[in-house]
T-cell receptor
Framework: RKEVEQDPGPFNVPEGATVAFNCTYS??????FFWYRQDCRKEPKLLMSVYSSGNEDGRFTAQLNRASQYISLLIRDSKLSDSATYLCVVSMNTGFQKLVFGTGTRLLVSP | SQTIHQWPATLVQPVGSPLSLECTVE??????LYWYRQAAGRGLQLLFY??????ISSEVPQNLSASRPQDRQFILSSKKLLLSDSGFYLCAWSVMWGNSGANVLTFGAGSRLTVL
């Protein structure tokens, strides 16, 4: 089983739609969680961290469910510029804080 | 502010040739430094990380090596490239996120390697 699993997509949505991605992780000792965004042929960039109580940043909402070991990202009112691959990232303490990346979920927002 | 530079951006190398990718960080001291590889259709794979000069930890066995000759310089090398070494190589540095102890990564622009 992969340490971090994501649906690769692509998710094709029209502008203005609400879309949600889920991510599951295998290590129950995982400590910190993040969503990164990666544009085509570019480097990943931090989108937001995921707090235990859930958190919101503008149109983006992240949720964590430790019992079920999954993380979600909700994007409201999708924009064309949201088209990208969204990477789920889990931090594990293996004597060193190691970040494990999912393979990403691709989002395509169309006019 | 901190910046991270990585070069070359793109390179095409024949099988069996050597490789050297360089990464430098500005605006911070004693950063944790990382090399990741992203192969086509796959997630980011951690190759090496370094917590200080001369301190290199390898995550996976391979024909690549890393060195950190200076505090803010991280180099990825190979003596003889394989076809399977093709991919997108990303250098990153990290800062600790809040009180969690987790490291948040900032990536360089990447080096796209094609081995023929």
């Amino acid at each position: 089983r992969k340490e971090v699993e994501q649906d690769p997509g692509p998710f094709n949505v029209p502008e203005g739609a609400t879309v949600a991605f889920n991510c599951t992780y295998s290590n129950s000792a995982s400590q910190s969680f993040f969503w990164y965004r990666q544009d085509c042929r570019k480097e990943p960039k931090l989108l937001m961290s995921v707090y235990s109580s859930g958190n919101e940043d503008g149109r983006f909402t992240a949720q964590l469910n430790r019992a079920s070991q999954y993380i979600s990202l909700l994007i409201r009112d999708s924009k064309l510029s949201d088209s990208a691959t969204y990477l789920c990232v889990v931090s594990m303490n293996t004597g060193f804080q190691k970040l494990v990346f999912g393979t990403g979920t691709r989002l395509l927002v169309s006019p | 502010s901190q910046t991270i530079h990585q070069w070359p951006a793109t390179l095409v190398q024949p099988v069996g040739s050597p490789l050297s990718l360089e990464c430098t960080v500005e605006g911070t001291s004693n950063p944790n430094l990382y090399w990741y590889r992203q192969a086509a259709g796959r997630g980011l794979q951690l190759l090496f990380y370094s917590v200080g000069i001369g301190q290199i930890s390898s995550e996976v066995p391979q024909n690549l090596s890393a060195s950190r000759p200076q505090d803010r310089q991280f180099i990825l090398s190979s003596k003889k490239l394989l076809l399977s070494d093709s991919g997108f190589y990303l250098c990153a540095w990290s800062v600790m996120w809040g009180n969690s102890g987790a490291n948040v990564l900032t990536f360089g622009a990447g080096s796209r390697l094609t081995v023929l």
